[in-house]
């Protein structure tokens, strides 16, 4: 199985600050890796697809970049919304693997 | 698009359950359904992919022989049935949209079953 390995676990911020958040495979995923928001008691919402394919309606101060082993999410000014758990996903091969999630916390 | 799942369960070791998800707003035999659990306080864990076009299912390794997932094109319903219930199925289980290309994009609300004695 792959595993996907994020950093840092957790992450304490301010509002208007930029924010990186890094995911590690353990073996080539090509660009199939997707970026999830999650809030407590709901359901994840895909932000990022194919790596770097920002989903329709989600802000643009989110990005992804990366392919192969190494991708990262950068929030560019954190906004009071997006205090909430990060996750990756490799969908390049099954079964598809989460990364362990990574808190977004106000500082 | 929206997916909507079956209520909350609470099922005695060693039971089955089996968690519905409807879907709307879109062709639903254009995409598969995706299965992702989380304990609580825990990540979040794939389960598996079945096909709404074909009889086609991937199952995680640790899910192979106790769980069977299902699709009804008659109703737009995929299921999911997991047997032989541990205490450590308590978790929020979540159905998705997905295709062997795209990754879940839309979830259902997500079912909570318990399992105790």
């Known amino acids: 199985d792959i595993q996907m390995t994020q950093s840092p676990s957790t992450l304490s911020a301010s509002v208007g600050d930029g924010v990186t958040i890094t995911c590690r495979a353990n073996g080539s995923i090509s660009r199939w890796l997707a970026w999830y928001q999650q809030k407590p008691g709901k359901a994840p919402k895909l932000l990022i697809s194919k790596a770097s394919s920002l989903k329709s309606g989600v802000p643009s101060r989110f990005s992804g970049i990366g392919g192969g082993t190494e991708f990262t999410l950068t929030i560019s000014s954190l906004q009071p919304d997006d205090f909430a758990t990060y996750y990756c996903?490799?969908?390049?091969?099954?079964?598809?693997?989460f990364g362990q999630g990574t808190k977004v916390e106000i500082k | 698009v929206q997916l909507v799942q079956s209520g909350a369960e609470v099922k005695k070791p060693g039971a089955s359950m089996k968690v519905s998800c409807q879907a709307s707003g879109y062709s639903f035999t254009t995409y598969g359904i995706s299965w992702v659990r989380q304990a609580p306080g825990q990540g979040l864990e794939w389960m598996g992919y079945?096909?709404?076009?074909?009889?086609?299912?991937n199952y995680a390794q640790k899910f192979q022989g106790r769980v069977t997932m299902t699709t009804d094109t008659s109703t737009n319903t995929a299921y999911m049935e997991v047997r032989s219930l541990r205490s450590d199925d308590t978790a929020v289980y979540y159905c998705a949209r997905a295709s062997t290309v795209v990754p879940p994009d839309y979830w259902g609300q997500g079912t909570l079953v318990t399992v105790s004695s």
């Open positions: 079945i096909s709404t076009s074909s009889p086609t299912t």
């Open positions: 996903q490799q969908y390049n091969i099954y079964p598809e693997t």
